[in-house]
């Protein structure tokens, strides 16, 4: 009996400190290895694209170089690793990568079945249509046994059958591993129609050789809230690559920019001096330096600025704020206040 019960005490210890040594692992080893591993896309314009010199950008690049002012103090401090849709998950279980910041839709099954949680949304999407002029459809109504190009391992797959199957129509997947391959399989005509996350097509068309020979159609068929995903079993990284989001859209709803953060550092505004980490909880409860949402905003900029920068009005997508809108200002982007 009493064998039993030490035997007892000592897994429900092996299991506290397990859980505990879980908890602090992923900090203090981007801490100790000096940068952050970010896994991102293999290239789409204005969320994860490098350079002809290998130097990454965009927005979801950004919320990388987030965690990485936040955690490392240096939004530089990032090595990105380059997924497509099949590969993402299993770099995020194995190790491979801290994060994953790549286009994901936040899904009940990925979210609860992959052993990871998604740290928030920083694009909601939808999947559309991008049709060859060609074809002269106007609606997805219109596409009954169309050839369609889609990525393997993606939402799109399945958002795409359960649509057609609903409608009562008939289509021809034409798949692929990469963006590029789906991208090429529609311009050397091995299909009618491009299926993914409407911000991604935007992305595509610019790379193709003669964008106006495609047509965007009106419709949405699903619901894509894109966002980071960190391993389950690491409740302070979790938090770290939340708050490290929170931080850029509340930023924004402040009017604290890249621009004006030095000047906000002695702004006696009590909500401001909580954001710059001069009273409250500063950056004790992540774990962090009191200065971590500073150097964000410093290093990276408010959410606004990057999805301006990376994907909006002043970059070559040109895409309108939308649901990515703060609350205030009738979009979604709502972020828990930093008290
Ligand atoms: N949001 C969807 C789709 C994500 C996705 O992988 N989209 C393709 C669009 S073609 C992409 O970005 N591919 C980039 C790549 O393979 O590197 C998901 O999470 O399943």
Known sequence: MKRITWSFVAV???????ANLA???????????????????????GYSNPDAKGA?????????????????GDASKVKYLPLNAKERFTALQSGEIDMLSRVTTYTLTRDSSLGINFAGVTYYDGQGFLVS??????????????????????????????????????????????????????????CDVLTSDQSQLYALRIKLANPDDY???????????????????????FDIVKWSLFAMINAEELGITSANIDQMMTSTDATIQKFVGKEGIKGEGLGLKDDWATQIIKQVGNYG????????????????RGLNAQWKDGGLQYSPPML
Request: charged fraction near 25%; hydrophobic fraction near 40%.
């Open 133 to 190: 002029k060609k074809l002269g459809v106007k609606n997805a109504a219109e596409l009954n046994g169309a050839a369609i190009c889609i990525q393997a391992g993606t939402t799109t797959e399945v958002n795409l059958a359960t649509y057609f199957k609903q409608n009562k129509m008939e289509y021809k997947p034409i798949v692929f591993d990469t963006s590029d391959e789906t991208a090429k399989g529609l311009e050397a005509g091995r």
């Open 215 to 237: 047509i965007m159609l009106p419709d949405i068929i699903s619901k894509e809230p894109l966002g980071p995903a960190v391993r389950q079993g690491d409740d302070n990284w």
């Open 56 to 72: 990454w950008t965009g927005l979801d690049v950004d919320v990388c170089r987030a965690v990485a002012a936040a955690t490392l």
């Open 305 to 320: 600025e990057t999805f301006d920068r990376n994907v909006g009005k002043g970059s070559p997508l040109k895409i309108e």
């Open 12 to 18: 429900v210890t092996a299991l506290f400190i397990s």
């Open 23 to 45: 908890q602090a692992a992923t900090k203090d080893e981007v801490i100790k290895r000096g940068y952050l591993q970010c896994g991102v896309s293999t290239g789409i314009p």
